[in-house]
């Protein structure tokens, strides 16, 4: 069965920092595609950072330069590391799974608000 459960969200104000975290079990971790998506109020969710299994990043253009996206393989967990957070950035916060052929999973979420 697979599980990514993450954690780490919470409130902050405006120009502070959260660290996400995402533990996974049931995949081959070290070969899936991770990332994060996030939903804000009344819209669609859209991804905003992914890693490779190799190390790869890719960002959405909003949050270059201010989010982070690492993995630890040794530990099933991929981290997004979020600075400078705006109240725009509110929302939840889904990690996302991709093993190709395998099948794509995500996450129940964790909620983030920023405060202006």
């Known amino acids: 069965q697979v599980q990514l459960v993450e954690s780490g969200g919470g409130l902050v104000q405006a120009g502070g920092s959260l660290r996400l975290s995402c533990v996974a079990s049931g995949i081959v971790f070290r070969n899936a595609l991770m990332g994060w998506l996030h939903q804000a109020p009344g819209k669609q969710r859209e991804s905003v950072a992914a890693i490779t299994a190799v190390g790869s990043t890719n960002y959405a253009g909003h949050v270059k330069g201010r989010f982070t996206v690492s993995r630890d393989n040794a530990k099933n967990t991929v981290y997004l590391q979020m600075n400078d957070l705006r109240p725009e950035d509110t929302g939840v916060y889904y990690c996302?799974?991709?093993?190709?052929?395998?099948?794509?999973?995500w996450g129940q979420g964790t909620l983030v608000t920023v405060s202006s």
């Open positions: 996302h799974a991709n093993e190709g052929a395998r099948g794509r999973y």
